[in-house]
């Protein structure tokens, strides 16, 4: 007597379970549906960008009199090089490049070591350390903005100013958790035996950082490098107070500045030049983007 196997169930969860979805009209009010929600979250992303590149190519008087018109009435392409030019958003830019640069490189450093230290080394007391750096994400930067220009104009022990000094943005974009937390969570879930196979072969601390966890990391180093970027890039509070040297400020405090007294529509100009470094460079590291979110265990 033979005995057929059944294939076994696949349970799959969901809003609508399979047995409704084979209805026709409930399947095509699903797509639908998605649809819809599809078509307005680009809208909400690209209507934004889109007015922005209308403003920097139209006219001024354009611009005032026909805000929600779909096209300009002529292409002034001269608004851009006059916002280069006349605005200096080209030095403002370099300005911006160097700061975000150079606090891209302290933030990923001091993660990557921290996260080292934390999650493999696992000195004394770390437990509380780790609480301590994870207790700042509750404290505003606002309330410690006060003590820290105090640092910056008179550094304890040296008493020298790094006031309107790249070290003004670098080392305090060193001490931000978040990203301590997301390369600590990516090594917790490295396998530790490789650690412990390296250990056994004689490779130190130093060694193992630099020949091991390095080459595994590349996907939240690419995370924690572009978000870094990317919050540097549009800083604007601390730039304002350690930077009042009006030719050392960034874009972001340098844009509000010019409009008091620039054209409008070259002053669009200078905002969508800003734009376009972090779109593009989103655009080009979205996939490691997307594979570090994922291993870094901070999806869902």
Same mark, same amino acid.
């Given at each position: 007597?033979?005995?057929?196997?059944r294939?076994?169930?696949?349970?799959?969860?969901?809003?609508?379970?399979p047995?409704?979805?084979?209805?026709?009209?409930t399947?095509?009010?699903v797509?639908?549906?998605?649809?819809v929600l599809m078509?307005?979250?680009?809208l909400?992303?690209l209507?934004?960008?889109?007015?922005l590149?209308k403003g920097?190519?139209s006219?001024?008087?354009?611009?005032?009199?026909?805000?929600?018109?779909?096209?300009?009435?002529?292409?002034r392409?001269s608004?851009?090089s006059?916002?280069?030019?006349?605005?200096?958003?080209?030095?403002?830019?370099?300005?911006t490049v160097i700061?975000?640069?150079?606090?891209?490189?302290?933030q990923v450093? %001091?993660a990557t070591?921290?996260?080292?230290a *934390?999650?493999?080394? @696992? /000195?004394?007391?770390s437990n =509380?350390?780790?609480?301590?750096?994870?207790?700042?994400?509750?404290?505003p930067?606002?309330?410690s903005?006060?003590?820290?220009?105090?640092?910056?104009?008179?550094?304890?022990g040296?008493?020298?100013?790094?006031?309107?000094?790249p070290?003004?943005?670098?080392l305090p974009?060193?001490?931000?958790?978040?990203?301590?937390l997301?390369?600590?969570?990516?090594?917790?879930?490295?396998?530790?035996?490789?650690?412990?196979a390296?250990q056994?072969?004689?490779?130190?601390? %130093?060694?193992?950082?630099?020949?091991?966890? *390095?080459?595994?990391? @590349? /996907?939240?180093?690419a995370? =924690?490098?572009l978000?870094?970027?990317?919050?540097?890039?549009?800083?604007f509070?601390?730039?304002?107070?350690a930077?009042?040297?009006?030719?050392?400020?960034?874009?972001?405090?340098?844009?509000?500045?010019l409009a008091t007294y620039?054209?409008?529509?070259?002053l669009?100009?200078?905002?969508?030049?800003?734009?376009?470094?972090?779109?593009l460079?989103?655009i080009?590291?979205?996939?490691?983007?997307?594979?570090?979110?994922?291993?870094?265990?901070l999806?869902?």
């Open positions: 007597m033979t005995t057929t196997r294939a076994p169930e696949v349970s799959t969860r969901g809003l609508i379970s047995a409704d979805y084979s209805d026709p009209i399947r095509w009010g797509r639908l549906t998605q649809a078509l307005g979250v680009a909400a992303g209507v934004p960008i889109w007015w590149i920097a190519l006219d001024t008087q354009d611009l005032i009199g026909h805000p929600l018109k779909a096209l300009p009435s002529a292409l392409w608004n851009l006059n916002a280069w030019n006349e605005l200096q958003v080209g030095h403002y830019l370099l300005n700061y975000a640069t150079g606090s891209c490189l302290i450093f %001091v070591t921290a996260g080292f *934390l999650s493999v080394l @696992r /000195p004394k007391f =509380v350390v780790y609480a301590a750096i994870l207790a700042t994400l509750f404290i930067g606002t309330v903005l006060v003590a820290l220009y105090l640092t910056v104009i008179h550094i304890p040296l008493g020298v100013s790094i006031a309107n000094t070290l003004a943005i670098w974009a060193g001490a931000h958790a978040f990203n301590i997301v390369a600590k969570q990516f090594f917790d879930a490295l396998p530790h035996e490789l650690f412990d390296a056994v072969d004689g490779a130190g601390p %130093v060694r193992i950082f630099w020949s091991l966890v *390095l080459p595994l990391s @590349r /996907p939240m180093i995370v =924690v490098a978000l870094s970027l990317m919050a540097e890039w549009k800083n509070l601390w730039p304002l107070v930077m009042t040297d009006p030719s050392k400020q960034p874009l972001s405090v340098a844009l509000p500045r620039s054209d409008q529509a070259m669009i100009a200078g905002m969508l030049i800003s734009t376009l470094p972090p779109l460079a989103f080009i590291f979205q996939r490691q983007v997307v594979r570090g979110i994922g291993f870094s265990g999806k869902g």
